[in-house]
């Protein structure tokens, strides 16, 4: 009696949950689609703020070089991460290098804020000193990567731990050289983890405001910096457009790493099945 | 370099066979390119900004030479009409407003945590992904979503005006409520993840147990659930009251201007307002915050974790 009145509540608390998270993302949705010219009460269904949106030559600048930003860090951080994550792994146990690790965590753990505050005094001051680096798309993509890659390397890095060391033995039984190694095997068994690195890294990349915000020069507005703009100004069915683009793109983004993060499953499935 | 080197022979571990032999240089070259981005991008221009608050403040507001202490007097309160309480309450607010929103998470995730562990096997990772998925979508967006609900005019503000809670004229938005509000729904996932880890090797006969003794829900809880769940909430903790101290997005939309964070204070003096040095200083008491909690709850993690090593 006691555990059935436990359960009844437990869902209750659930649904009402599933509620809080999904009400806001709807409310926006929702409103994108609504004909009113205000937030406040639903009239019917019209696709007049996405036609608006889509003549909006500042939205549509702004979402290209979000998605140019997103990918150019995305690759370089996939890259450079997933050389580090490998370095990580090489080198795990090693005491000299347990430096190694807060290096990775700094900026994980480091507030937007702070991040992009601090980017912010070092590209004016090296600006001014050598006249390089001036604020604009350049200094974001550097920004970008900073933050993205540890999360490439962290991904990369479970890979390589849960992997079997004895293949790395058989690499060197094979007489495997530094470049046959990674071309015939680590990359290829990495690829997944890599793919997964690269995706997170895009997701990260879209999702970013404030480093964006404090790292951008005159010009260069991504989707985010217009959407903070125009929601100073007021919410607008406008606005609620572009940020319901965005829900979707991003949803779509974390299905296709989740799909990535299936066939991981299904190539370690079919390993053991050769085996 | 040398020292790389001389670890790996000291302590024979795998790096040896690993591949790269004894070139070292080959090593660095896979570490250093990641290393050095980070490095050059992200710790000099941290400790620029550490060297930027004892800096005066400059006429077009960039910090400039001599140093002095003028930024953290200013941030102790002491302004050309002498001493002001302001900024003391601007930091007891970020700290009162992480505070009661860890502590709503918390209240809200355990529940959750726990029914995901009572459903099916095969459905739990789907269950978890709902909670998640949310986080996915831009923080400026999620902010908007209760812009969008919270309005003066809208229902829930209709109602509580009706309930009294609130003026009439107003809404729910802006308000130091909004901004619990949207700390809660930010960072709710963090908790949720980390006690259902938790939950999922709890020890059901400790429970049942307890039951036996005749303890009451409440001291059930406390003896046998808590003490099982503690290292998933103190990580939880961690992932939540950490970045909620660093809060930058929420309380600039959701809140008015009588519910300015740290991080909103922070990012004035690098904009309008213009004050780096000050906004340097501002910025050194959010870093010594998020270090000592980080040091204090990796050290309760670890303690409860037997001695452990913790990772994260």
Redesign the interface.
């Known amino acids: 009696m006691k555990s059935r009145r436990l359960?009844v509540?437990?869902?209750i608390?659930?649904y009402l949950?599933?509620f809080?998270?999904?009400?806001?993302?709807?409310?926006?949705v929702l409103?994108s689609f609504n004909d009113a010219n205000t937030?406040?009460h639903i009239t019917h269904f019209s696709l007049r703020w996405y036609r608006r949106l889509f003549g909006n030559a500042q939205v549509l600048d702004a979402l290209k070089l979000s998605i140019w930003l997103g990918l150019g860090s995305s690759v370089i951080s996939a890259v450079?991460?997933t050389?580090?994550g490998?370095?990580?792994y090489?080198?795990?146990?090693?005491?000299?290098?347990a430096w190694?690790v807060w290096?990775?965590?700094?900026?994980v753990?480091?507030?937007?804020?702070?991040?992009?505050?601090?980017?912010?005094?070092?590209f004016?001051?090296v600006h001014a000193r050598f006249g390089i680096l001036r604020p604009g798309f350049l200094t974001m993509l550097?920004?970008h990567?900073?933050?993205q890659?540890?999360f490439v390397?962290l991904v990369v890095y479970s890979r390589l731990v849960g992997l079997d060391?004895e293949l790395?033995?058989a690499?060197?039984d094979l007489y495997?050289n530094?470049w046959q190694?990674a071309r015939f095997f680590i990359v290829p068994t990495l690829s997944p983890a890599i793919l997964a690195g690269f995706f997170l890294s895009f997701?990260l990349s879209?999702?970013d405001?404030?480093i964006s915000f404090?790292t951008t020069g005159p010009g260069n507005t991504t989707l985010?910096i217009y959407?903070?703009s125009a929601?100073r100004k007021g919410?607008t069915p406008e606005?609620?457009a572009a940020?319901a683009i965005?829900?979707g793109g991003?949803?779509a983004a974390?299905t296709v790493a989740m799909v990535v993060q299936y066939m991981k499953a299904l190539t370690r499935r079919q390993r053991n099945a050769l085996l | 370099m040398a020292?790389?080197v001389?670890?790996?022979q000291a302590?024979g571990?795998?790096?040896r066979?690993?591949?790269?032999g004894s070139?070292a240089w080959?090593?660095l070259g896979?570490?250093m390119?990641?290393?050095l981005?980070?490095?050059v991008?992200?710790?000099?221009?941290?400790l620029?900004?550490v060297g930027?608050a004892f800096m005066t403040n400059g006429p077009y507001g960039?910090p400039e030479q001599p140093f002095t202490l003028d930024a953290f007097r200013q941030l102790a309160g002491f302004g050309l009409l002498g001493w002001g309480p302001g900024n003391l309450l601007v930091i007891l607010r970020t700290l009162w407003q992480t505070a009661l929103a860890t502590l709503l998470v918390t209240l809200?995730s355990y529940?959750?945590a726990?029914?995901v562990t009572?459903r099916p096997p095969a459905l739990q990772p789907i269950l978890l992904l709902?909670?998640v998925?949310?986080s996915?979508?831009?923080?400026?967006?999620?902010a908007?979503?209760?812009?969008?609900?919270l309005?003066p005019?809208?229902p829930l503000s209709t109602l509580a005006a009706k309930l009294g809670l609130i003026a009439p004229e107003l809404g729910l938005f802006p308000s130091a409520f909004a901004v619990t509000l949207g700390l809660v729904?930010d960072f709710?996932p963090f908790m949720v993840l980390p006690l259902y880890a938790s939950f999922e090797r709890l020890d059901h006969a400790q429970v049942e147990a307890a039951y036996d003794l005749h303890a009451g829900p409440v001291r059930a809880f406390l003896h046998a659930v808590l003490p099982q769940t503690l290292p998933g909430l103190l990580a939880g903790i961690m992932l939540v009251g950490?970045?909620a101290?660093?809060?930058?997005?929420v309380p600039e939309?959701l809140g008015g201007g009588k519910s300015l964070m740290l991080?909103n204070l922070?990012?004035r003096q690098?904009q309008d307002a213009s004050n780096?040095p000050y906004?340097?200083a501002a910025?050194i008491v959010?870093?010594a915050v998020?270090l000592v909690g980080?040091v204090v709850l990796r050290r309760l993690s670890r303690r409860a974790a037997g001695g452990v090593e913790v990772v994260?």
Do not use: K
């Not at chain 1, 809080?20 to 926006?28: E, K, R």
């Not at chain 1, 753990?109 to 070092?122: H, K, M, Q, R, V």
């Not at chain 2, 066979?17 to 790269?20: A, D, E, K, R």
């Not at chain 2, 101290?245 to 997005?249: A, E, K, L, P, R």
């Open positions: 359960g509540s437990l869902r608390i659930w949950v599933l809080f998270l999904y009400a806001p993302l709807f409310v926006v409103y937030t406040t450079l991460g050389m580090l490998y370095g990580m090489i080198h795990r146990g090693a005491r000299r290098l190694l290096i990775v965590y700094l900026p753990a480091t507030p937007d804020i702070l991040y992009g505050i601090s980017e912010l005094g070092f004016t001051d550097i920004a990567v900073s933050f890659l540890p390397a060391p790395f033995n690499c060197r495997a530094g190694r997701t879209i999702d405001l404030v404090f985010p959407i903070w929601i919410v606005v609620n940020a965005l829900i991003v949803f974390a | 020292e790389a001389a670890s790996r302590t571990y795998q790096g066979f690993l591949g790269l070139d080959h090593i896979v570490i390119p990641g290393v981005w980070i490095v991008f992200l710790v000099v221009p941290m620029l900004l930027i960039l809200i529940p959750v726990y029914y009572t709902l909670v998925a949310p996915w979508s831009n923080q400026v967006i999620r908007m979503g209760w812009m969008n609900l309005a005019g809208t729904y709710l950490i970045p101290f660093g809060m930058y997005v939309l991080g922070i990012a690098f780096w906004g340097a910025s959010m870093i998020t980080l994260l």
